[in-house]
């Protein structure tokens, strides 16, 4: 084994023992435990490419606990004020996963879902698993023929960094979906900036690449933020998951984390309000 090899290992196994150590500090081992039995194989997780094994199926797995944890807040609020089942739309889906995990803790008769891809051969996978599909732009899901905003709860998990045009499609699901409330996560850095890596000199552009596998905008919390209430929106919860401890030293962990991948992951709970929005002339 080179050194180079040897260099990986190491930091790769600091990156686990961060993350565990991350989880439990942030309530998570629980739930991160439970969905592995729910979906043991994460190999048809993304079309592109393959995080099915080693430190990125570790990582996957934490986010997916971060990002059901959030989820389940908000139908926890939904069902305070709502009687009937809750219609879940996930924008952006690339598998199913998410929505097998939650009809699994839910009860596929207490919930309906409903999943959206612009990507045919994700739509094929998700439909493979006997859920609804769409395959839809998600900037143009309410022009679709077989979507009639049926949804209550959205979620969108690590899909607006994807997007051209993130502010225009927040600011179309505020005024043209009936949904109560929206859920979101996005990759956590401390600053902003345009991903674009294949562009920056990391990616080889003998290659194509699509939209799967590209971020153009990797904003802060609080720059999200403030795109959120200028669309059309005001936060309900926002939790800011890092893949480092705080309270222990595997906390600098943070400075290896910011350099290979990012400090985490940040979550919303949206609702609509246009307080804000209104008073923009120009959309």
């Known amino acids: 084994m080179s050194i180079r090899e040897s260099l990986r290992d190491l930091c790769f196994g ?3 023992l961060s993350l565990d150590s991350a989880c439990k500090e942030q309530s998570l081992l629980e739930i991160r435990n439970r969905l592995q039995v729910i979906v043991p194989d994460l ?3 993304y079309t592109s490419v393959r995080h099915d094994e080693g430190y990125w199926l570790y990582n996957m797995r934490c986010l997916h606990s971060f990002q059901i944890a959030i989820a389940k807040h908000a139908i926890s609020l939904f069902s305070k004020h709502n009687a009937k089942i809750p219609t879940i739309v996930d924008i952006g889906d690339s598998s199913g996963t998410h929505l097998r995990y939650l009809q ?3 009860g596929k008769d207490n919930i309906n879902m409903l999943s959206v891809n612009l990507d045919p051969v994700a739509v094929a996978k998700i439909r ?3 859920l609804q599909a769409i395959e839809s732009r998600a900037e143009s899901l309410h022009e679709h023929p077989d979507f009639n905003d049926q949804a209550n709860i959205a979620l969108s998990f690590q899909m607006l960094e994807h997007l051209f045009d993130p502010v225009s499609f927040l600011h179309s699901m505020a005024k043209k979906s009936e949904c109560d409330y929206f859920v979101i996560t ?3 850095l401390h600053r902003s900036r345009v991903g674009l890596h294949q562009v920056r000199g990391r990616g080889d552009l ?3 690449f699509n939209a799967e596998t590209t971020h153009i905008f990797e904003l802060s919390p609080d720059d999200w933020d403030l795109i959120f209430r200028f669309s059309g929106w005001s936060i309900v919860k926002s ?11 595997l906390s600098a962990m943070r400075f290896l984390w910011r350099k290979l991948h990012f400090d985490g992951y ?18």
């Open 14 to 16: 600091l990156m686990k």
């Open 43 to 45: 190999a048809d997780q």
């Open 104 to 106: 699994d803790i839910y």
């Open 128 to 130: 493979d698993k006997g």
């Open 186 to 188: 996005v990759p956590y």
């Open 206 to 208: 003998t290659q194509a």
């Open 239 to 249: 939790i800011r998951y890092t893949q480092y401890p705080k309270k222990n030293p």
């Open 266 to 283: 940040y979550g919303v709970i949206l609702e609509k309000d246009d307080s804000v929005s209104k008073k923009y002339q120009d959309w």
